[in-house]
């Protein structure tokens, strides 16, 4: 059974750093073709790509975001953990974790989500 | 970076009539080993996204056959054949052809 699930603060002060972490289970991310990403959705608005770690620790990045992410993996712990710098009001949002799969020549695009967390940017 | 755009924005369907919901990018979505990476989710009310169509037009595991997706290069259709009451919800296309975009979401909701 495949699950994951986000955590990390749900309030956090402009110009700070945010650090979430997708813990997972079900699936590894050592297994050829798996891969994490971070996906964030604004109150009321459209869902936004954010990154993605693959399983040879290959990493993607939102063009428009890039100088503010870092997306890592802790294989032991079946954990990925990305890192928004210098927060801002406009980031306040819901940041899922969803895993992404290539089996037998087809390619799972986040087959499987996370709940969402609820992260908050004001002073 | 690859731009999508949905049409139309919002959908307000008769139960067991017919829906289509557009998805267009701003470049091809064909990808060097000929494969399409366009790809379509349901956002329910208070829920995650879930996957329904993925590579144009096949339906992910337990997705029911009233949806169908369909199209090539930038142009792509998802169609829901008979609407029922579960399928409220918000829709967006995605492709992974390069990195990642989202389309904007098409809202359905019954009439």
């Known amino acids: 059974q495949v699950t994951l699930k986000e955590s990390g603060p749900t309030l956090v002060k402009p110009t700070q750093t945010l650090t979430l972490t997708c813990s997972f289970s079900?699936?590894?991310?050592?297994?050829?073709?798996?891969?994490v990403g971070w996906i964030r959705q604004p109150p009321g608005k459209a869902l936004e790509w954010l990154a993605l770690?693959?399983?040879?620790?290959?990493?993607r990045y939102s063009s428009s975001l890039e100088s503010r992410l870092t997306i890592t993996r802790d294989t032991s712990k079946n954990q990925v953990v990305l890192t928004m710098t210098n927060m801002d009001p406009v980031d306040t949002g819901t940041y899922y974790c969803?895993?992404?799969?290539?089996?037998?020549?087809?390619?799972?695009?986040?087959?499987?989500w996370g709940q969402g967390i609820l992260v908050t940017v004001s002073s | 970076d690859i731009v999508m755009t949905q049409t139309p924005l919002s959908l307000s369907v008769t139960p067991g009539q017919p829906a289509t919901i557009f998805c267009k990018s701003s470049q091809s979505l064909l990808y060097s080993d000929g494969k399409t990476y366009l790809h379509w989710y349901l956002q329910k009310p208070g829920q995650s996204p879930q996957l329904l169509i993925y590579e144009v037009s096949n339906r992910f595991s337990g997705v029911p056959d009233r949806f169908s997706g369909s199209g090539s290069g930038t142009d792509f259709t998802l169609k829901i054949s008979r609407v029922e009451a579960e399928d409220v919800g918000v829709y967006y296309c995605m492709q992974s052809s390069q990195l990642r975009t989202f389309g904007q979401g098409t809202k359905v909701e019954i009439k």
């Open positions: 969803a895993r992404r799969l290539q089996e037998s020549g087809r390619y799972y695009n986040f087959d499987y």
């Open positions: 770690i693959y399983w040879d620790d290959d990493k």
């Open positions: 079900g699936f590894s991310l050592t297994t050829i073709g798996v891969g």
